[in-house]
């Protein structure tokens, strides 16, 4: 029992044609990708009139078929319960009232729910297209905007050993890098690599380098909340619906660097951000004024490189705008 689909990968937005075997041991083959596993581990769409039936496989594979009569014959071979939406859609007053509901619901998604649709679909994207286009992003800002970094070893173990100190360390990974255009700043991709330039490092004059550590800090909680994510999906929300439905999510890979270079963080996410850093900082009863001494070094170089330069792009505080506030809650242990 075979149906034929389009395959989209989670890594790239080409399709692939194949043929999707169904076992009479309830088993989904596509020999194409190498792919054998049990039907129950396969979320098959529920049919809606004539449009594509959606199956997703165990690590982000996505299919859509057109075959819609085909694929209800052969659940009904292999003794597959279907919704009961698959028989209320026979009534057209339900079938109407369907089809209004999902327009609402769209709408909403679209409009005053973009907040909630971009949490939604953050949490439900696949790691390996995070992956992917955290490798992409990072590949580009290193033929660009980034260059190898000049810290010396002793100054690099010194930040990784701060590093280290912070909660799940180990599921993040810390690039070096130096870039005189952009000035001093980290950010820190989908995937949890961060990225610390040299420009920042040398402004921390904490013979501990607690500032940078609180630096990392907060730009671990970017990825912890997924902000830069939220942030790009809700800048794309029309694109980021029909990815996900259609599995096609190129977008994210191509959006992405820019997105990490220019995009402001809501005063939310900032908010949210510092919270946590603090918060991590305190819990190992290190103090947070180095990081406020850090933040004022910081916006002092842009003042001082704007003035000199029209070139820059302002360093930290072009993607992490820098309020009064900000420095004062930082001075308070």
């Known amino acids: 029992m075979k149906i034929d689909a389009k395959l989209y990968d989670g890594k790239s937005s080409k399709e ?158 810390l690039h070096f890098r130096s870039s005189p255009q952009i000035g001093p700043n980290a950010f820190a991709l989908p995937s949890g690599d961060i990225v610390i330039l040299d420009e920042l490092i040398l402004l921390d004059k904490d013979k501990e380098l607690r500032g940078v550590l609180g630096v990392l800090a907060h730009e671990k909680a970017h990825v912890v909340y997924k902000h830069s994510l939220r942030g790009l999906i809700k800048g794309t929300i029309a694109y980021a619906l029909i990815g996900y439905i259609t599995g096609d999510i190129n977008f994210i890979v191509s959006t992405l660097p820019a997105v990490i270079i220019t995009n402001n963080y809501t005063k939310e996410f900032e908010k949210e951000a510092d919270i946590y850093a603090k918060e991590e900082l305190k819990k190992l009863n290190i103090s947070t004024k180095p990081l406020a001494k850090l933040f004022i070094a910081i916006e002092e170089y842009s003042k001082k490189d704007n003035k000199d330069s029209n070139d820059t792009l302002s360093g930290f505080f072009s993607t992490h705008p820098l309020t009064k506030d900000r420095v004062e809650f930082f001075m308070k242990d």
């Open 16 to 173: 692939h044609i194949v043929e999707i075997l169904f076992t009479p041991d309830k088993r989904v083959i596509i020999k194409e990708f190498n792919i054998d596993v049990p039907l129950k581990k396969v979320k098959i769409s529920t049919r809606l009139g004539n449009t594509p039936r959606v199956l997703e496989f165990p690590g982000g594979i996505r299919c859509k078929s057109e075959q819609n009569d085909r694929v209800d014959a052969i659940l009904r071979k292999l003794d597959v319960k279907q919704p009961i939406i698959n028989r209320l859609e026979k009534s057209w007053k339900i079938a109407l009232s369907s089809v209004a509901l999902i327009a609402v619901v769209v709408v909403f998604m679209l409009t005053v729910g973009a907040d909630y649709t971009a949490n939604f679909l953050a949490q439900r994207l696949p790691k390996s297209t995070l992956d992917k286009a955290s490798k992409t992003t990072l590949i580009q800002l290193d033929n660009t905007l980034l260059h190898k970094s000049n810290l010396t070893q002793e100054k690099k173990d010194l930040v990784i050993k701060q590093f280290n100190k912070l909660k799940d360390s180990n599921r993040y990974k």
